[in-house]
């Protein structure tokens, strides 16, 4: 069994490495994914626009969901 120590150093190399993958990522490449992220949201979860939402300014990679949120606020989110 791991050490609570073993399994932080663990986490953090892979948060690494998933950032630097994330970063490595073509612009485009991530503008083609995500409508195949942010679409399913939207339709399996329909409570989003009826409530109070919040959302995170990507960086380093992550992707944008500038799109999903204004279709939940002028849905009336």
Not at 27 to 56: D, N
């Amino acid at each position: 069994m791991l050490s609570w120590e073993e399994i932080r150093a663990w986490r953090r190399e892979r948060r690494a490495a998933l950032i630097a993958e994330r970063q490595a990522m073509p612009q485009r490449e991530r503008e083609r994914l995500q409508p195949l992220i942010t679409g399913p949201l939207a339709v399996h979860f329909p409570e989003l626009m009826r409530g109070v939402i919040g959302f995170y300014w990507p960086f380093r990679g992550e992707i944008g969901l500038h799109h999903l949120i204004r279709q939940l606020i002028d849905a009336g989110a």
